[in-house]
T-cell receptor
C-alpha cells in the first residue's frame, strides 16, 4: 500500500474552512484515497473517498491533484464537533473475493478554536 | 449510530480469565474486521473475515481467537491475556473486502487486563 504523510496537528477557527493536506506520492492507479476521522475514544468515522475526481458529500469535499500524489480534505464550515484526529489512507482495489485492509497512520489532530 | 454494535463497551479481566467480545452489524455487509488501538498508537488491524472466511491474521498472538459464525456477527475470544493487551478493540464492517467500499466502525470495547 502507498504510504501517506499528514501534518501531526492543525488549528482552525470555528466557522472557517478547515483544509487538511495529505501527501501520497507513491499512490498507484488502483488505489483510492479515503478519509476517516476519530473523535476521542470513539470508533473511526468514514468521511469521504475518491479515485481521480474531486468528490463532495454532506460532510466534506475531497480535492485530488491531477497527478494524484496529494489531496486535501475540506470541511467547509468547521464546528467545535469537528475536533478530531483525521486519517488519510490509500486503499487498493483487489478482486471480489480477496481482501484489502486499511492501514491507519497517526493522522492529523485538528482542533477547532472557538 | 453506524449500524455496528459492540458489547460489552467496557471490560476488566484478570490474566487468567476467559472472556469474549461481540460485534454485530445490521448493514448487510459481507466483510468484518477486528482492530486494536493501544494508547497513543495507530489502529492495528488484527483479523479480517470476508464472506465468513478468515482472510487475514495480522500476526496476532493465539491468546486472541476470532470467530465469525455468519456475516452479521463477529466474536473475539480472549484467554490468558497480558496487561499490555489493554486497549480499545474496534470492530468494523464493509460491503466486501475489495477496498471499493468504506468501513463502518462500532464504538469499541475498552479492555483493561489486570
Amino acid at each position: 500500500d502507498a504510504k501517506t504523510t499528514q501534518p501531526p496537528s492543525m488549528d482552525c477557527a470555528e466557522g472557517r474552512a478547515a483544509n487538511l493536506p495529505c501527501n501520497h506520492s507513491t499512490i498507484s492507479g488502483n488505489e483510492y484515497v479515503y478519509w476517516y476521522r476519530q473523535i476521542h475514544s470513539q470508533g473511526p468515522q468514514y468521511i469521504i473517498h475518491g479515485l481521480k475526481n474531486n468528490e463532495t458529500n454532506e460532510m466534506a469535499s475531497l480535492i485530488i491533484t491531477e497527478d494524484r500524489k496529494s489531496s486535501t480534505l475540506i470541511l467547509p464550515h468547521a464546528t467545535l464537533r469537528d475536533t478530531a484526529v483525521y486519517y488519510c489512507i490509500v486503499n487498493r482495489i483487489i478482486s471480489n473475493f480477496g481482501n484489502e485492509k486499511l492501514t491507519f497512520g497517526t493522522g492529523t489532530r485538528l482542533t477547532i478554536i472557538p | 449510530e453506524t449500524g455496528v454494535t459492540q458489547t460489552p463497551r467496557h471490560l476488566v479481566m484478570g490474566m487468567t480469565n476467559k472472556k469474549s467480545l461481540k460485534c454485530e452489524q445490521h448493514l448487510g455487509h459481507n466483510a468484518m474486521y477486528w482492530y486494536k488501538q493501544s494508547a497513543k498508537k495507530p489502529l492495528e488491524l488484527m483479523f479480517v473475515y470476508n464472506f465468513k472466511e478468515q482472510t487475514e491474521n495480522n500476526s496476532v498472538p493465539s491468546r486472541f481467537s476470532p470467530e465469525c459464525p455468519n456475516s452479521s456477527h463477529l466474536f473475539l475470544h480472549l484467554h490468558t491475556l497480558q496487561p499490555e493487551d489493554s486497549a480499545l478493540y474496534l470492530c468494523a464492517s464493509s460491503q466486501d473486502g475489495t477496498g471499493r467500499y468504506e468501513q463502518y466502525f462500532g464504538p469499541g470495547t475498552r479492555l483493561t487486563v489486570t
